[in-house]
């Protein structure tokens, strides 16, 4: 109601782990007092994946889907879901392609998404020893 939608097209899992719930409305952290993610282990992937399905049959979700879901994660989700994921997010761009991953999405039906598809600004340094895609000479 509060998007004022009758339906979503597209819903994912954003990240595959649960965190501890801060709250309906509110902007509460899921960072424990020491500043690390505070994660609820008591809450499987699987269980999640089946209420989004629910979501879908209710007619409020169109399509679902996971994000940054490696290999092996995406494959057990192909395995109890009743409801095959449209989409896998995940990062990949010229300097980090996971072809692997890809082609495992490709041959299964799910469409990728790229998130920081032109790579990760600062990060590229810091990770990758590399410039900004958009500054590497052989990618202009």
Same mark, same amino acid.
């Given at each position: ?17 649960? =965190? ?5 409305? =509110?902007?509460?952290? *899921? ?16 269980? =999640?994946?089946?209420? %989004?399905?629910?979501?879908?049959? %209710?007619?409020? +979700? ?6 940054? &879901? ?8 192909? *395995? &109890? *879901? ?12 010229? &300097? ?5 991953? +890809? ?7 799910? +469409? +990728?998404?790229?998130? =920081? ?24």
């Amino acid at each position: 109601e509060k998007l004022q939608l009758d339906y979503l097209d597209l819903y994912l899992v954003h990240f595959p782990l649960a =965190t501890r719930h801060t709250g309906v409305g =509110t902007t509460g952290s *899921a960072l424990g007092d020491d500043g690390i993610l505070d994660i609820d282990t008591h809450i499987p992937l699987e269980s =999640t994946w089946h209420d %989004m399905e629910k979501l879908v049959s %209710m007619g409020l +979700v169109r399509s679902i889907g996971i994000s940054n &879901y490696d290999i092996f994660l995406a494959r057990d989700c192909l *395995a &109890y *879901a009743k409801v095959k994921p449209a989409v896998n997010q995940f990062e990949t761009h010229p &300097y980090f392609q996971r072809e692997s991953l +890809v082609k495992f999405c490709q041959k299964h039906g799910i +469409v +990728v998404t790229a998130h =920081t598809p032109l790579g990760g600004a600062a990060s590229n340094n810091e990770y990758f020893g590399t410039v900004s895609c958009l500054d590497d000479p052989i990618l202009k």
